[in-house]
């Protein structure tokens, strides 16, 4: 089965080659890096947030994410979270407010940084921004994230509460809480997809429209909520964690549930890649615009991929980038002698 405007690319070619993305870019060892930096910046702003909670009418929109989380997070992870939630309830320190900001922004920006250097390596192109720029772009990233889902969150329940009231008033009240329930759930899904779209479009060092709806982000939505739906029911329901774990039961669960999305996040953006490299007005392998030309292969972020001191197939394949790119080199010579 060859894909529609790919060069003649068949989806067993497809898979091939994000299997060997998968082995050569390491991307289990990303995941579980993205994992740790989120749980090292999760606290924090949760401390951030309780205690801006004297200062702003930010109590509903907090209320209301935990509204939502309880659908979508094992229950083990989320008593963990709520559990310190209220502890630092009753011993908030308003005067630490922005000290947690900042130590959340910072910690949340690392997990977007490291996300880059994933997009990077799926896009085979080393970074050519300044530290500034890049480390600029993670900050904000992280802002415009933490705010995106809180200022989403909140409308969505204040909607509907609204559009509760109103159906109420008109004797449908009971039809409104059976459509409401449903629409959630797209919902949820748009914003998952804003927020990879926004991810894969201005992380990576390289140039491209911004689209809202693309093969990583479309397919990493629906993993995500299909994996999150299967870790949560088997979590609950068969893996009894605090047996092996004992009290860090719980952290265990969290950091398996965030593991499971940062792996799919960097899969998603492996997938638009692959797909935009095939395609005939993308960009070559290496190239960071269109009508670029690809560099040869040991200048490029693959040249030893993470995966070539873990496999002997990532390894072979790049000794056989190198070599490939000695020949031409040796041939470039020859020539001009």
Not at 37 to 53: E, G, I, K, Q
């Amino acid at each position: 089965m060859v894909i529609p405007g790919i060069k003649g690319m068949s989806l067993g070619q497809f898979f091939k080659i994000l299997y060997q993305h998968f082995e050569d870019h390491a991307l289990p060892d990303r995941a579980a890096q993205l994992s740790y930096y989120f749980v090292f910046a999760m606290f924090p702003f949760l401390f951030f947030l309780v205690t801006l909670s004297a200062y702003l009418p930010v109590q509903v929109a907090i209320e209301a994410l935990f509204e939502r989380a309880s659908e979508l997070m094992p229950t083990e992870a989320l008593d963990l979270i709520k559990g310190q939630v209220d502890s630092l309830a009753h011993k908030a320190r308003p005067r630490f407010v922005t000290g947690g900001f900042v130590v959340a922004l910072w910690s949340a920006s690392r997990g977007v940084d490291a996300i880059r250097t994933a997009l990077n390596l799926a896009y085979d192109v080393k970074e050519s921004r300044s530290y500034w720029k890049v480390q600029g772009i993670a900050l904000l990233m992280t802002v415009a994230g933490a705010v995106l889902i809180l200022v989403s969150v909140t409308l969505i329940a204040l909607g509907g509460k609204l559009g509760f009231w109103v159906a109420e008033q008109l004797d449908y009240g009971n039809e409104y809480l059976f459509i409401w329930a449903v629409l959630r759930w797209p919902v949820t899904a748009l914003l998952i997809m804003l927020v990879l779209a926004l991810t894969y479009y201005l992380l990576p060092d390289v140039e491209q429209e911004f689209k809202f709806i693309t093969p990583g982000s479309m397919v990493g939505t629906i993993l995500w909520l299909l994996a999150t739906w299967g870790f949560t029911f088997y979590a609950e329901h068969f893996g009894n964690y605090n047996v092996a774990y004992g009290s860090l039961g719980g952290m265990t669960v969290l950091l398996t549930w965030l593991f499971i999305g940062g792996l799919i996040f960097v899969l998603g953006g492996e997938m638009n890649a692959i797909i935009e490299q095939a395609s005939a007005e993308g960009k070559d392998v290496g190239a960071r615009s269109a009508g670029e030309p690809s560099p040869p292969p040991s200048e490029r972020a693959s040249a030893a991929p993470p995966g070539a001191a873990k496999t002997a197939s990532s390894a072979r394949r790049s000794r056989l980038r190198f070599w490939e790119a000695f020949g031409r080199r040796r041939r470039g010579r020859g020539s001009k002698e």
